[in-house]
């Protein structure tokens, strides 16, 4: 099957969706990071992305700034709708509830309560559905989510700075201490100091963190490269895989957000 063709407009816009993704990349584990622009009469009448701590989702965000403009429109999003209850209802069923008439998605969720669902639930819905524009860049930006959901464990990022630099972009940083691992994140502290340090990845895997941070001089570097799950498409230098510039961790206040 040749390749879809894309529209520069389509391009165009879920170029800005992706922009908008990348802003929260880092602050919505265990949900990826997702951008979404509703566009009506060549206009966008809303944009959202995932709130801090996974929720709301993008596209639910977006349908209710649209408010009534959602009808006829397009959606452009850079992940497929989900289709499943969890916490929240269906974004795929509030888009066809909005009236939205089309979707253009970049990539198709691999998580098995979506995994193609979400695009069947809209196109029976008769919502036209198009997918793969900017697709890559979409790998690429959520490529820690997508690792978790395969593999059960975060993607893990070893970083040149001091210990207490943090990626930009990363769920996470871990760092040696004299009372055992700290897991350092944006809402706070996770203790680790208890666990078998060849079971740390599982057990952040079990936490929702899609990416973590180590520094190359920090000897749990060593460890996470020998533990279950970790080959070479889960350890990364941080110039093979994003730009990381740091910032101190103090620049993390915990959050006080309830999920």
Request: overall charge positive.
């Amino acid at each position: 099957m040749p390749p879809i063709r894309h529209s520069s407009e389509d391009l165009l816009w879920m170029r800005h969706a992706l922009d908008l993704a990348q802003q929260m990349r880092g602050h919505v584990w265990p949900n990826p990071p997702v951008g979404c622009v509703i566009v009506k009469d060549r206009v966008a009448v809303a944009q959202a992305t995932t709130h801090a701590g996974g929720r709301p989702h993008a596209e639910r965000k977006a349908l209710d700034e649209a408010g009534a403009s959602a009808k006829g429109a397009t959606l452009y999003v850079t992940l497929e709708p989900c289709c499943h209850w969890g916490k929240t209802p269906p974004c795929a069923d509030a888009i066809v509830d909005a009236g939205i008439a089309c979707v253009v998605a970049a990539i198709r969720d691999p998580d098995p309560r979506v995994n193609g669902g979400g695009f069947a639930k809209l196109r029976n819905s008769g919502v036209i559905v198009s997918v793969g524009a900017c697709a890559d860049q979409a790998k690429q930006l959520m490529s820690g989510f997508f690792h978790r959901i395969r593999h059960g464990v975060p993607e893990v990022i070893v970083v040149d700075g001091p210990h207490a630099a943090f990626p930009a972009g990363v769920d996470a940083l871990i760092v040696s201490s004299q009372q055992g691992p700290r897991l350092i994140t944006g809402r706070g502290e996770i203790d680790l100091s208890g666990m078998e340090r060849h079971h740390l990845l599982a057990r952040m895997g079990e936490l929702g963190l899609t990416s973590i941070a180590v520094s190359r001089h920090d000897p749990l570097r060593m460890i996470l490269s020998s533990s279950p799950g970790v080959d070479s498409n889960t350890l990364h230098s941080s110039t093979a895989v994003r730009s990381c510039a740091t910032r101190d961790v103090e620049a993390f206040p915990p959050s006080r957000e309830k999920r």
